[in-house]
């Protein structure tokens, strides 16, 4: 920059300085000035006056050596040039100092301007260098949109490609669709003439039908009147189909009423009796025979030998509610008990029983086979299905259902919750309460809100696998334990206000064989007590129920079974119990002692007229 500013400065310190290099050598960094110029150059004609002045002396007339005067009037007349030349000489000194002082302060300007130019230009590059940047980063940016957007164009350049190519093929499409229908077109016109001779016999035709519309106008106007006439009919109709439902909600009112009368009719203790079918390779069938007009006495008949040798046959009659033959199915029994779910759903506790020896088809009655169909599903879902029905059905009278499921296991005196965790069998102690409104409560027990069918289902299954765990294997445990399944049912009426809460209990109880104590020893013995115990104190209640006298005891505390129950025997309450038996002959013994327990529980009928022929 300096180098730059200083060069046409040098050149023009030698250009106007040219004509006296001897005394004034010109300075490489010093720059010039046109006042310096004209200083200078003011300076030079001095000289050069002085030296012309000086000249003529040289060239004076030489004066003989004689003539002193002259020679002291010549020297006197150089002395005087002399003291001119060296005032002039002088004044040439002061005018170069001048020149020279003009000069620094020209430099010095100089120089303030070179500064400020070089800052001008520092700032000036600064501000270029970030104008620079900036216009760089715009430029980047838009280098980016535009790569950007080229990218864009790119691919809507390659959709436009492929549409292009579409409405190409289209158009060709089109373009042969046109040649098609300029086919058809011709034929079109070829048939349209042919119409237009046939519209003309239309149209006489239509001048005919218009004349038959005008009649019709007339035959529309009285149907307008009939369905204003049907219309209002129809307003009665509804107005009479309200006052239906009304008596229908109150006949569902009567309905339930006289469905209690009618099963305190028929005992509000009721036994049937079950034969199950041979089963797997079983053939040694027992002579049982069912018989009466609704199939309620049944004959069992035994080969004895007397001491003598002689060989008769012995007659056991036993009656019951109903008697179900080895071919009846599982829906034969629903029909029955049937009625008692509608019972709970009317409100009342109900108990259902299986009682039976090990093997006699408890389980399968209750809760159908491990795989069960349609057709071999047992009491327990079926009771839940035909509840679920019905609700549903409750519902147009204005009922309101919700159903809650809980399942226990009484094994050895302990309550089991079949829908929670075996590994807390031991572990969780399971209290019974009674409150004063007569509903009874289990602590610490699982409650499943039954409200559709396969939750059913899942919890039977459940209960089913639990009951598993707790033995080697399911029939042993289940055949030592007591299992009971409870359906909380409470209904609301949201027309009528009412409300109603029943209980159903289906019970699967143990097997009725292991009465007897011999021969068993340690946990078995105990098993046995319990069970033994439980099943006595259930026939004790049922019995002190029907002999019961105002204020009388009923012994409900004599096992677990019994207490739990205890809101649900007796009373108002329904009871139902199924004597499951077994067909073959090596069981003979424990189906006669089965059977004698159903009839002593048969035998407390209240309001039936039933005989009891059984022995
Ligand atoms: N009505 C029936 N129809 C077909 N099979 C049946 C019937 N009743 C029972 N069974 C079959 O007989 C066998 C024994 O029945 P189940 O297990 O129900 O007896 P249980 O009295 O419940 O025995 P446990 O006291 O050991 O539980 C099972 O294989 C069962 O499927």
């Known amino acids: 920059m300096n180098k730059s500013t200083e060069r046409p400065l ?43 002045k000086t000249s003529p002396t040289t060239t004076t007339k030489k004066i003989p050596f004689w003539d002193a005067k002259g020679k002291m009037n ?65 430029f980047n940016v838009q280098n980016q949109e535009l790569v950007q957007q080229n990218a864009k164009y790119s691919e809507k350049m390659s959709h436009l490609d492929q549409e292009y190519e579409a409405y190409q093929t289209r158009y060709e499409e ?41 009649s019709t106008g007339s035959i529309l106007e009285q149907r307008e009147n009939e369905i204003k006439r049907f219309t209002d009919e129809l307003l009665e109709q509804d107005t009479l ?3 239906i439902e009304r008596q229908l909600i109150e006949e569902e009112t009567t309905r339930r009423k006289l469905h209690n009368t009618i099963q305190e009719l028929k005992g509000n203790i009721r036994v049937f009796c079950r034969v199950r079918p041979l089963v797997g390779n079983e053939n040694n069938m027992a002579d049982i025979r069912v018989f009466g007009e609704d199939s309620e006495h ?38 029955e008990i049937s009625q008692l779910v509608q019972s709970a759903l009317d409100g009342y506790n109900v108990c259902i029983f299986a009682y039976g020896q090990t093997g006699s088809g408890k389980t399968f009655t209750m809760q159908g086979p491990p795989q069960p169909n349609e057709e071999t599903i ?40 079949l829908l929670g965790e075996p590994s807390d069998y031991s572990k969780v102690k399971h209290e019974i309460h009674h409150d004063k409104s007569g509903r009874t409560t289990v602590t610490g027990m699982k409650t499943v809100i039954l409200d559709s069918p396969s939750k059913v289902k899942m919890m039977l299954k459940r209960a089913s696998q639990n009951r598993a765990t707790g033995a080697t294997n399911i029939n042993e445990r289940s055949s030592r334990s007591h299992s009971v399944f409870t359906l909380q049912l409470t209904g609301e009426n949201k027309k009528t206000g009412e409300r109603s809460s029943g209980l159903l209990n289906l019970i699967d109880l143990a097997g009725s064989e292991r009465l007897s104590m011999s021969g068993s020893v340690g946990d078995r013995l105990k098993e046995t007590q319990a069970i033994n115990k439980s099943l ?20 409900y505390r004599n096992s677990k079974l019994t207490w739990l129950l205890r809101n649900s025997l007796g009373g108002n309450c329904k009871t139902l119990m199924f004597v499951n038996v077994s067909p073959l002959v090596e069981h003979f013994n424990e189906t006669l002692c089965s059977l004698r327990f159903a009839t ?8 039936t007229a039933k005989r009891s022929i059984g022995k």
Not at 24 to 31: A, G, L, T
Not at 191 to 196: H, M, N
């Open 174 to 214: 089109i373009i042969q669709v046109l040649e098609e229908e300029k086919g058809e077109n011709m034929t079109l016109k070829a048939t349209v003439s042919k119409i237009s001779a046939a519209y003309s016999d239309v149209d006489a035709d239509l001048r005919t039908l218009r004349m038959k519309l005008e």
């Open 298 to 335: 049944m004959e069992l008949r035994e080969q004895v030998s007397s001491t003598l040798g002689r060989t008769s046959t012995k007659t056991y009659t036993f009656s019951f509610d109903r008697v179900f033959a080895p071919e009846c199915n599982q829906s034969d029994c629903f029909e």
């Open 10 to 52: 040098k050149r023009k310190a030698n250009t106007d300085n040219g004509s006296d290099t001897r005394r004034q050598k010109p300075s490489p960094s010093r720059p010039s000035s046109h006042r310096s110029t004209s200083t200078s150059s003011k300076t030079a004609s001095t000289f050069s006056n002085v030296k012309k």
């Open 241 to 243: 189909s309200k006052e």
């Open 600 to 607: 002593k529980v048969n035998s407390c009928h209240v309001g």
């Open 74 to 138: 010549e020297l006197q007349s150089k002395l005087e040039e002399t003291g001119k030349e060296v005032s002039e000489f002088e004044k040439l000194k002061d005018d170069l100092q001048t020149t020279v002082h003009d000069q620094e302060t020209i430099l010095k300007e100089a120089f303030q301007k070179v500064t400020d130019l070089e800052t001008t230009i520092n700032s000036t590059k600064e501000r270029h260098s970030s104008e620079l940047n900036s216009i760089r980063q715009k």
């Open 378 to 417: 047992g009491m327990i879902p079926r009771a839940v299905h035909q509840i679920y029905k019905v609700t549903q059905q409750l519902k147009q009278f204005g009922w309101e259902y919700t159903m809650e499921g809980q399942f226990l296991e009484i094994y050895n005196e302990s309550i089991n919750d």
């Open 536 to 555: 006595s104190s259930l026939g004790d209640v049922i019995q002190s129920l029907v002999n019961k006298k105002e204020g009388s005891h009923v012994p």
